[in-house]
C-alpha cells in the first residue's frame, strides 16, 4: 500500500487489481438510536435502544447505514490523498463502501465519483453543503397520511398546547402611531398568503412581467472590479452578486403557452426552457410535494441559485447557506408586495421536492439548484383552504 498526493498523477504501473483510492469528501457519521421505545417508562423495564451508525456526505442523496467496521476501514483513508490498494475487487467491505459512495476511486466515472468530484471543485464549505443535501426532498407527497402529521397547526397545538408567546414588554416605551408609510402601510396591510386560487382567471403578461421584475429585475450594474460588474436589483445581495434567478413555470398566462420558462434579469426577457408536454405529468403537484392549494395557482415562481456565483465571494464560507436564505426571503417580499400591488395572492413554500426539481432543470444541486417556489394568481374571495384574511383579522384557522 502506498500513499500518493492528491495531485499526484496516477502510478502508470499499477496494475488492474489495484486502485487509487481515497475517503469522500465531507463524510459526517452520527449516532442513531433506532426505535428508541422508552420501555423503563413504558413497562418498567430498562431496554437499550439499538444504535446505529449513519453516514452523510455532500454527494449523497440521503444518508446511509454503515457498522463500525465500515467506519474503522474508511478512517484508514484520508480524505485528500490517493492510497493504492492491492486486490481490492475480492474485498467485499471495499467494494461496498465504493458502491456506497464513501470510498472514492481515481478517475472512476461512477456517477457518484462523479458528484463527488463536482462537491470538490464548488467551493462549498462541507457543512453547508451537507446541510443543504439534508434539507432536500424527493418524493415526499402531503397527499399521504403519513406525510401529513404536524402540517395543520390545529393538530400542533392540541399535541403541544400553543407556542411560546412573544416576549412582553418589560420596561414599554410609548412609540408615536406608524402614520409615515402610507404607501408602505397600504401595501403591506394587502400582502397575503393565498391557497385558493381562481381557476378560470389566467394572470395578464404584463402582471407576470411586473412580478418578475420586482423579484429579480436588473436596474444597473456599475463596474465593481476589473473584468466584472456590481448589479443593482430591487433586492439587497451579499456582494451584490445577485446569484438568484427566476423560472417561471406558466401554466395560465395570457399569451404564453404553458412551460417553463428562464426569466434573463439583464434583458427583462423569458428564455423558453421546455414546454409543458416535455415535464412530468402532475409536475407542479410533485414539483410542491402535493401541496394541492399551491400547484394550480396559474404560474409558479421556482427561486434557483447559481451556486457558483455565489460561493466566488463566500467560498468555503460557513455562512454561505444562511446568506442564500435571507436573499430568497427578500425576494419572496418583493414578489408578495407586488403581488399585493397587483390585487394578486401570492405564496412561498420550502416544502417542495428539490431534487426532480433540479433534474427537470437541469440544475446539478451543487453549482446551481432551487432554493424554494413561489407562486401567483388571483384568489378567491373565500375558498375551502385555510388562510389568514387582511379584512379579517379573527380569521385564524388551520394555517400551515
Ligand atoms: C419560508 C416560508 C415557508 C412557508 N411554507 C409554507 C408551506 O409550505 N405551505 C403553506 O401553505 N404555507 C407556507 N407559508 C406561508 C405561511 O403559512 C404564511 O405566511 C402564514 O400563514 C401567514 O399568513 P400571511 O402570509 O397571509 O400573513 C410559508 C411562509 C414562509 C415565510
Keep these: 500500500m502506498s500513499v500518493l498526493e492528491s495531485s499526484t498523477p496516477v502510478n502508470e504501473s499499477r496494475t488492474d487489481s489495484s486502485a487509487l483510492l481515497r475517503r469522500c469528501l465531507g463524510l459526517q457519521v452520527s449516532l442513531l438510536d433506532q426505535g428508541a421505545l422508552d420501555l423503563h417508562a413504558l413497562l418498567g423495564t430498562v431496554e437499550r435502544a439499538a444504535t446505529r451508525l449513519s453516514a452523510r456526505a455532500p454527494h449523497l442523496s440521503g444518508p446511509v447505514q454503515i457498522e463500525m467496521e465500515d467506519l474503522t476501514r474508511l478512517l484508514s483513508f484520508s480524505e485528500t490523498l490517493w492510497q493504492e490498494c492491492e486486490a481490492w475487487q475480492k474485498d467485499a467491505q471495499l467494494s461496498r463502501l465504493i458502491e456506497l459512495g464513501l470510498l472514492v476511486e481515481y478517475q472512476s ?15 462549498w464549505d462541507t457543512d453547508a453543503l451537507n446541510q443543504m443535501q439534508a434539507s432536500r426532498w424527493k418524493d415526499r407527497d402531503y397527499a ?39 404607501r408602505l402601510s397600504a401595501l403591506v396591510k394587502q400582502r397575503r398568503t393565498a391557497r385558493n386560487f381562481d381557476q ?46 427566476l423560472w417561471v413555470l406558466a401554466q395560465r398566462v395570457e399569451g404564453l403557452p404553458p412551460g417553463l420558462y428562464r426569466y434573463a434579469s439583464r434583458t427583462g426577457q423569458l428564455d423558453a426552457a421546455a414546454p409543458a408536454s416535455a415535464l412530468p ?117 388551520a394555517l400551515r
Design 109 to 123: 466515472e461512477n456517477p457518484l465519483a462523479r458528484r463527488e468530484r463536482a462537491a470538490r471543485d464548488s467551493f
Design 144 to 182: 399521504l397520511p403519513e406525510t401529513r402529521q404536524w402540517q395543520d397547526i390545529r393538530d400542533i397545538v392540541a399535541s403541544f398546547g400553543p407556542p411560546p408567546d412573544h416576549a412582553p414588554p418589560h420596561r414599554a416605551i410609548d412609540l408615536p402611531a406608524a402614520t409615515a408609510l402610507p
Design 200 to 245: 378560470s382567471r389566467a394572470l395578464s403578461l404584463s402582471d407576470l412581467a411586473a412580478l418578475l421584475w420586482a423579484g429579480a429585475g436588473e436596474l444597473g450594474r456599475e463596474a465593481m472590479a476589473e473584468g466584472t460588474d456590481a448589479v443593482r436589483r430591487p433586492v439587497p445581495s451579499g456582494g451584490a452578486l445577485h446569484p438568484l434567478e
Design 281 to 397: 405529468e402532475d409536475f407542479a403537484y410533485r414539483a410542491l410535494a402535493g401541496q394541492t392549494w399551491f400547484s394550480n395557482a396559474p404560474v409558479l415562481l421556482v427561486l434557483c441559485c447559481n451556486f457558483a456565483r455565489h460561493l466566488h465571494k463566500y467560498r468555503q464560507h460557513p455562512k454561505a447557506l444562511r446568506v442564500l436564505h435571507v436573499e430568497a426571503g427578500h425576494v419572496a417580499q418583493n414578489l408578495y408586495l407586488a403581488a399585493a400591488e397587483l390585487d394578486l395572492g401570492c405564496f412561498i413554500t420550502l416544502a417542495i421536492n428539490e431534487s426532480l426539481i433540479d433534474e427537470c432543470l437541469e440544475l446539478d444541486g451543487i453549482q446551481q439548484g432551487v432554493l424554494a417556489i413561489a407562486g401567483t394568481g388571483y384568489n378567491r374571495d373565500r375558498g375551502p383552504v385555510p388562510e389568514l384574511w387582511p379584512d379579517a383579522p379573527t380569521e385564524t384557522a
